[in-house]
């Protein structure tokens, strides 16, 4: 790794860390040794970047340092073009357009030795050879969980039942073959799992769920962590 990139990538390793790192955690991690880290944060230090701490206690960068956000290293261009591959193979409209447009807009302000990295990274996302079913219309229900918006779903279970819903969507997952909307369910007082293509009629409506932002999915991040708790347990 060339000793620029090392050096970004040490402030991105303190960038996403709200506690001090150590230089031994940063060694791992670049796969250098401490004294390297110990060189290279004392010539971090000396640039005027604001990194509080010393060896044997950990470094800090100060919240508000600025970076320009598209200093991107060839990893993370790659990382980018592989979650665009993959979204605008399996998203819905919208989303696909967006995932090509943001690697398009990416392309456009890298520097030209990284601009290969995007035309012709070294990974690749397979291909999905038929489209996911859309039996909801995706787009209409991201916009609900941004608004946190209730929804009424005429849903159809494995077994054939068909019930009505009334639910607070949280997040709508994608995997391989399928969409499932995570919602908190009215009738069942309790959060479940709804195959989006088992949905027979989805009606975005006017309610708000009535909590501040954020705080269903909160909710939501907790009861799956004692659900994972208990599947240990």
């Not at 998203?91 to 447009?101: F, H, N, P, R």
Request: charged share 30%; net charge positive; with cysteine.
């Amino acid at each position: 790794m060339r000793r620029a990139d090392r050096l970004f990538q040490i402030i991105q390793i303190l960038r996403r860390s709200s506690r001090p790192v150590t230089a031994a955690a940063l060694a791992e991690e670049i796969e250098v040794s401490r004294r390297t880290v110990y060189r290279d944060m004392a010539d971090l230090i000396s640039q005027r970047v604001p990194i509080a701490g010393e060896a044997g206690l950990g470094y800090l960068l100060a919240p508000d340092y600025d970076m320009p956000p598209l200093m991107l290293t060839p990893d993370e261009l790659e990382a980018v073009v592989l979650g665009a591959q993959w979204v605008a193979a399996r998203g819905d409209k919208i989303l696909s357009g967006a995932a090509s447009d943001v690697v398009a807009k990416i392309a456009a302000v890298v520097p030209e030795r990284l601009r290969p990295f995007i035309v012709e990274p070294s990974v690749a996302a397979k291909p999905r050879t038929a489209a996911l079913p859309d039996a909801i219309d995706t787009s209409q229900l991201r916009m609900a969980i941004r608004e946190g918006r209730k929804l009424h779903l005429r849903y159809r279970s494995e077994a054939g039942e068909e019930t009505d819903r009334i639910v607070w969507p949280v997040i709508l997952g994608y995997d391989e073959t399928t969409r499932l909307i995570i919602a908190w369910c009215e009738l069942r007082q309790g959060f479940r799992h709804f195959r989006a293509d088992r949905v027979i009629r989805a009606t975005v409506l006017t309610d708000s769920n009535g909590m501040r932002r954020g705080q269903l999915r909160r909710r939501w991040e907790l009861w799956r962590e004692e659900q994972r708790r208990d599947r240990l347990s």
